[in-house]
């Protein structure tokens, strides 16, 4: 089967192909691949090539694809059951290492996807607060639910217009977007909004935007913010949790929010998000307290297998500084490369999650981002997928290494990407 027939047939069935709107290819023209199995750093599309993968589901294989730790932990729950619909040993465990590691929650509540952690955590912080504002950054992404797919003009204090067809403009009119890294927009926003904001919830690295990463200050000021105002900090880490350390971004970066979201790497490939934060606040999530908020899935022992096997490897091997040399192997060698032929770019890297833009400035929020050469970079993916490099179909994605990536690995990806270029 061709990866060409099999979109077409894709087509037909599902909107654009897909079941997650940027897997069409849409930003970067060609051809979608179709995939057949994937293992370690390397992936395969149904016409039998292989690619190196720097996509990585997005962010979740830390490990690389079909670890065999996990993929032992997974055989052998499945064959005790697939779900129970009550409480099962593994979310103890799991709740455990989260609690241990994470260093600002002491209670946590399991769901299926990020999306469902970030909506779940609004809710709360609206019913612990009972105010109804949230601010949010622009350019950050929280999963799509309705408050939080609000994209507002730029400026002070912008009260949200919809960002897509399907919400209402009295939903969205309750988000407030704010420029990333720009702590006196949000000041300002607090002074004329504060005793109605319920909280702010900021990706602590921004990912979604690319890389983006907080100027000195930036997190600690919204802390700061909201506990002058009563109102809470989120933050989203559904990326960079124990992507960027064990205890993920806040314990980078020492800054303490109410709550925090997690996912992508805590299911270590199956659907799991979770969301936690001190205890007098995750005390008000039913059962416990009003604020509902459940899930039919929700605690699956297979996911729960995963993340467990997931996590306790990551703590042993502690392969943060390992993984952060690698990536440096491979982004100081594509800047040369890029260099030598005269592309300007600006790379924004942190541990094992890079982007790499096509400007000569520096990129510090959604603006400047936006200021990247997209029509190049379309060129760049294409010529790199042809070569048979995997990066995200976007520019406003992160690529991502993991441990399973070898010294030997990068080199390879690099000679490929030299050769991509000078097709250029
Ligand atoms: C991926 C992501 C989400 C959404 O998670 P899903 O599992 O795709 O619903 C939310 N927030 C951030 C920061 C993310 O990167």
């Not at 997190?219 to 990326?239: F, M, N, P, W």
């Not at 294409?382 to 995200?392: C, F």
Request: with cysteine; hydrophobic share 40%.
């Amino acid at each position: 089967m061709k990866n060409r027939e099999l979109f077409e047939r894709a087509r037909a069935l599902m909107p654009g192909g897909v079941s997650s709107p940027v897997r069409a290819f849409k930003a970067v023209g060609g051809e979608p691949i179709i995939v057949s199995k994937a293992q370690s750093s390397r992936i395969w599309d149904v016409e039998g090539k292989e690619y190196i993968d720097f996509l990585m589901s997005w962010g979740p294989l830390i490990l690389g694809h079909a670890h065999p730790k996990v993929v032992r932990a997974v055989h052998e729950q499945v064959l005790k059951g697939l779900s129970y619909g009550l409480t099962n040993e593994h979310e103890i465990t799991l709740a455990e290492l989260v609690v241990s590691y994470v260093p600002s929650v002491q209670m946590v509540r399991f769901v299926s996807s990020g999306t469902e952690a970030t909506m779940s955590a609004i809710r709360l912080a609206r019913g612990y607060t009972g105010r109804k504002y949230v601010v949010k950054f622009d350019g950050c992404y929280h999963g799509h639910g309705d408050s939080l797919l609000v994209n507002a003009g730029s400026g002070v204090a912008t009260l949200g217009i919809p960002g897509t067809p399907g919400v209402p403009e009295e939903i969205a009119g309750l988000t407030i977007v704010v420029p990333y890294n720009d702590l006196s927009a949000l000041e300002e926003t607090f002074r004329r909004y504060g005793e109605d904001i319920a909280c702010v919830i900021v990706e602590p690295v921004a990912g979604n935007m690319g890389v983006v990463l907080p100027r000195e200050g930036f997190l600690q000021g919204i802390k700061d913010l909201t506990q002058r105002y009563g109102s809470l900090c989120i933050c989203d880490e559904v990326i960079t949790n124990f992507r960027l350390s064990k205890g993920g971004a806040q314990e980078l970066f020492r800054v303490e929010p109410d709550i925090t979201c997690m996912g992508k790497i805590l299911g270590g490939g199956m659907p799991l998000g979770a969301y936690g934060g001190r205890r007098d606040i995750m005390e008000k999530v039913a059962p416990e307290g009003p604020v509902y908020q459940a899930g039919t899935l929700s605690g699956n022992p297979v996911s729960m297998v995963a993340g467990i096997a997931t996590l306790e490897e990551l703590f042993r091997l502690n392969p943060y500084q390992a993984l952060e040399e690698l990536t440096k192997r491979l982004t100081s060698g594509i800047g040369e490369l890029l260099t030598r032929k005269g592309i300007h770019h600006c790379i924004n890297q942190i541990g094992s999650m890079f982007t790499i833009f096509f400007t000569d400035g520096e990129v510090y929020d959604y603006e400047t981002a936006k200021r990247s050469d997209r029509e190049l970079f379309a060129r760049f993916f294409r010529a790199l997928l042809k070569e048979g490099v995997l990066i995200p179909p976007s520019q406003f994605e992160a690529w991502f290494l993991s441990t399973a990536h070898t010294e030997e690995d990068i080199d390879i990806a690099l000679e490929r990407i030299d050769r991509a270029l000078s097709s250029f």
